[in-house]
């Protein structure tokens, strides 16, 4: 099977537009028909229509969910700075919350990983002030053509991408907080990194972590599932019994939710690696049905049971 | 002294005549946005909530008056570090007025904005943009009542000292003070008014003299201990020599009351286990304390000593946070060229203000007045409010500067004690606190103890930090709350109350692989009352971690201000080191290269340290008695950046402040217990430097006029330890890795080696 296939499997799971399931299936079904014409655009128009749920996580740290991956935003008298940035047409509306947080310049655009639900919006925190943060391989990534999940990405203009990146760690000291950046080794991509605020006791893990779902893995740009049950380790690790997390999707999490995840990963692991090392094709792992059990709880997310089943067994 | 004041003679009361009309018509909050509490939060530039003024108005921070001078409304206290007037420098820059044209009032609920309790060095950092904002939108708006007085464009006007004035013609000119006069701007505060550039500036940055000064130096100035209030009793405390356990409070068992039969007018005030005495004159008050009969039931629930302490630390159940976790710590311990450690101690440390605190309250039937020095007038509100189970609006507290307060006073006991006799006589109630109840019953410095391992490459480069420290957190429970109203006890469970941070651990060194371990102790039993001393915990992180810098720099035969250089990335760290090395005029060597056989011998030492976002470094040079074990710091050079600097004058004070209590609290500072309580009850029982011991000090204001201020309150402090703790090294080739660095703990270092 080739990427391309791998990937086309997983997108067309959810007939054609999976992605949208995650965040509004209603808008999703409504949509359906645009995504055909131009898929990117389409998914970009829906999930913009998706309406932000803000979550305070302390006084000055704030969770923005819904047009793409859950955004953080941290204020204060030295400035803001975002994790993460929706998709482009949303960033009006989180410009729009970001000012209302007081007139404090926005200093920096994090970006957790490549993806457009995450970092499509970098050229316009760029314009507005900020800095563009992420892993060296972020830029890298934003500078090749992708396919994926039925969509075409052409390379990002220069300006969206990264300004200030790095390899291993990298920290800002601002509004009396200590923010930490560290890589994840290839998990979900080979560009993924947690965002930390360490005072607060915050960690934003990107889309390692989908939490109460299965993940998607971008095996195109070096995702597999052994680093996705890594990263949960690594989060696991750096986080403590009171750190609220924030996955890349789903609702606000904790240690217990991650830990819940990262077995569940274990799990599928294991049983497709059994299939697999028995020989099994993907077509007759997947017949088999190794996650049946699990689907109640963790299937009702964008990855659909089969897709997520094949996922696991071409990153092994 | 006693009678030598009214409350007709305050600055306040002459506050109400200049703009009193202005208090009149303040927007309260609405409810909605009341917030509980939480101190565990980063604190931001205001706490929102009931019962003050609305923050989103002009007129709450800003008042102009008809004789051309404006009044600032600030949610800062004063206590002595002199942000009154770096508040006032910065208002003036912004207004266009002199310094002489600009005033600040009494700090007090109810009228005055409430920008948190005055702490972490918060004033300036997190006080002054406001101000500044504020200040801005007041000159936009004079300005635009300006142009339609004069007919010219905004842009065409001029202002110098408050004068509003045509450019092409000077002539033609309005003073603020004749276009608002004493009436309300009523317009919103938007935050949005441009700002100067700090290239422009004439008033900020420059070291005027402090605005309280004259009062003070003339005797004119009042402190809270001068506060009299007419028909007012004198009222002390009757509490055991020393705390006990924190949950275990005290326990009356019996009192007789026919004790003090004796003595004319005095009574005791009971309320659960809560005791004081009232008398109308202090003398028949402390008479009263004294006399007393009371029996007191005080578990032996303590450690003995501070050793014992440290022990039931580490065998303690603990509630662990792994801070920060970087990079493959253990990996790299496991394959460094060299691995430095050591445990080291710091053990419970007073605030131990010259004046003991006091209070006057009077307390009526329906409202309350608390004069008191606490640190946040809106911190201790809801505090007493309980205690007199009346409604919080009902309560005003007011802020009067006391002697030194340094984190002690933001509970404010001696205003809890004041209200609760108040209340209970139906009259005003002054109490301060005797010596042994300021000692005895203080909030302490939590103890600390600390494992800390540091590895580096064979060129000398940091490759591992590993630091781990246990200790309780800070009690929010006071005394009085907890004897007379059995108020449970409670300490700060947030991951921000007395703990460890990136910050204060490492944060100078470039570290790849970097481990923080926090270890809780819940500290409510069998610890004493915990508070936030200045530099919370810093101290004791610096006096560890930076010897075990050393340890490498010594190993690596490497000068230790040279070892520094070489593994510091941030050039903010580098300009402090720099920049106080300089000062010292600092030869490079290896420490301990020139050790001596004489009797008194000479060391140097330096260090780093902070507490949060500002950048602390130090030198000292110490002499070491090897006969008598006494080590004296005779000269300490301080090096402190703290972003923009508004008022570098007071900013040396500071840091000549900081270095003097870093030679007291690293050398003699120890609070002594025994199974039952606290033993250090007085300044004999607590050794602290005295003038004659104080080293020469140097400060050294590192200036970065372009960034926003970060606070200059405490964080030069933990570096001056450090710089001492390896001064001693240095002298002597021995560490000392507990303090203080008592003569008896020296004698049995040098002993050993």
Redesign the interface.
Known sequence: MTRRDLLTTAAMAGTGAAVVDLFRPSIARAQQSSARADPLAAMRAQMAATPVESTAL???LTMFAGPGGNVVALH???GKVVVDTFVQGAFAGLKRRLDAM??APILAAIDTHWHFDHADNNESFRNAGATLIAHENTVKRLSEPHELLGMHFNPAPPAARPMETFR??H?L?L????V?L?YYPPAHTDTDIYV?F????VLHAGDTFFNGMYPFIDAGTGGKINGMIAAADQSL??????TKIVPGHGPLGDREALQKYRDMLVTVRDRVQKLKSAGRTEKEAVAAKPTADLDAAWGKGFMQPDAFVSLVYNTL | MTNASSSAAFPRREFLKAGGALLIGFAIAPEARAQPPQPELIPVDLAPGPGQPDPDRLDTWIAVHADNTATIFFGYVDLGQGIATSILQIAAEELDLGLDQVKTVRVETGSGPNQGNTGASSGINRGGPRIRLAAAEARQALLRMASTRLGAPVDRLTVSRGVVSVAANPAQSVTYGQLIGDRHFDVPYTGTAPIKDYRTYKIVGTSVPRVDMPDKASGAYAFMQHVRLPGMLHGRVVRPRGQGSYADGARVTNVDAASIRDIPGARVIRRGDFLGVMAPSEWSAVQAAQRLRVTWDLPAALPATSAELFERMRAAKTIDRKVLDRGDTTGAFAHAAHVASGRFDSPYQAHAPFAPSCAVADVKADSALVMCSSQGVYGVRPTIAALLKMPLEKVTVQFYQGAGSFGHACFNDAAQAAAVMSQEAGAPVRVQFMRWDEHGWDFYQPAHTADVKIAMDSNGKLLAYEYHGWHHTWSFTETTAQLAAGQPVAEGDGPRAQALTPFNVGDMYAIPNWRIVNHRVPGMKGYLKGGNLRSPLDVAISFGAEQVIDDLAYTANLDPYLFRRQNISDDRWLAVLDAVAKAANWTPRKAAANLSSARVVTGRGIGLGTHLSSYGAAVAEIEVDKQTGVIVAKRMYGALEAGQAINPGIIESQISGMMVQAASRVLKEEVKFSATNVSSVDWVSYPMLRFGESPEVTAIVVKRQDQRPTGAGEEALASGAAAIANAFFDATGVRLREHPMTPARVLSALKKA
């Not at chain 1, 509004?175 to 200590?178: L, V």
């Open positions: 302390t006084n000055i204060g008298l030295d007081g007139n291993q760690n920290s000291k509004n009396n907080e200590y930490e560290g930390q360490v005072l607060a006791d690790r750096i986080s403590g019994p009171a």
